[in-house]
């Protein structure tokens, strides 16, 4: 059954350095999305994709974030410069209609900034 | 404002009880979506309600929406040991297709 990968599954990194996470959405799907789960809080909408643009971003997503679909496989997360908040378990998502539809999750990958 | 919060909170029950979580939401939605964690894991996607709909079974669940209300159930019947999990409502915006928003959750735990 075809799924999301995400890379790495765990990532330590101090604080200031730039961190990127890497996803593999499911090849036929549309629709990019990355969440994020600090430690027992609610699932966070950070940004959706589309047509190599971001559709729309919430007030997390800032300066210090960035998206990229390098190729026709990966899509990418980059944080700038890690905060301690930024701690979390981030998730890359697809979908093949809009976040109307259903959202195929990874398996998530840890960030933990010292 | 919060869109999408669960409850309760938490909710421990005997293996072959019914598990029923209840999500509350504040603004105009498209559709509602419940999602199962595992704890450490990933989002599971379970079942789709769309607004003009007022039941959705699948299995052995069995989701309601009351637009009126703002309010969505999921009722799990016969639960199961392997049932233990978070499980998460999400809606989405009227004029917002491209995002979902989460409550907090319900971590249920069906006890063998």
């Known amino acids: 059954e075809p799924e999301v990968t995400q890379t790495p599954s765990h990532q330590v990194t101090q604080m200031g350095q730039e961190v990127i996470l890497r996803c593999v959405p499911i090849?036929?799907?549309?629709?990019f999305y990355w969440y994020r789960q600090i430690l027992g809080q609610k699932v966070e909408f950070l940004v959706s994709f589309y047509n190599n643009e971001i559709s729309e971003k919430s007030e997390i997503f800032d300066d210090q974030f960035s998206v990229e679909r390098p190729d026709g496989s990966n899509f990418t997360l980059k944080i700038r410069s890690t905060k301690l908040e930024d701690s979390a378990m981030y998730f890359c998502?697809?979908?093949?209609?809009?976040?109307?539809?259903?959202?195929?999750f990874g398996e998530g990958s840890r960030l933990t900034v010292l | 404002s919060q869109q999408g919060e669960e409850d309760p909170q938490a909710l421990s029950i005997q293996e072959g009880e019914n598990a029923t979580m209840n999500c509350s939401y504040k603004t105009s939605i498209n559709n509602l979506q419940w999602y199962r964690q595992n704890s450490g894991r990933g989002l599971v996607h379970l079942i789709l309600?769309?607004?003009?709909?007022r039941e959705k079974h699948s299995g052995r669940l069995r989701v309601t929406l009351d637009t009126s209300k703002k309010s969505s159930s999921l009722l799990i019947t016969a639960s199961r040991a392997a049932d233990t999990a978070s499980y998460f409502c999400?809606?989405?915006?009227?004029?917002?297709?491209?995002?979902?928003?989460f409550g907090k959750g319900t971590l249920l735990t069906v006890n063998p």
């Open positions: 309600i769309r607004s003009n709909e």
């Open positions: 090849s036929n799907h549309l629709y």
């Open positions: 999400a809606t989405d915006g009227v004029g917002s297709n491209y995002k979902l928003t």
């Open positions: 998502a697809s979908s093949v209609l809009a976040g109307t539809g259903e959202l195929f």
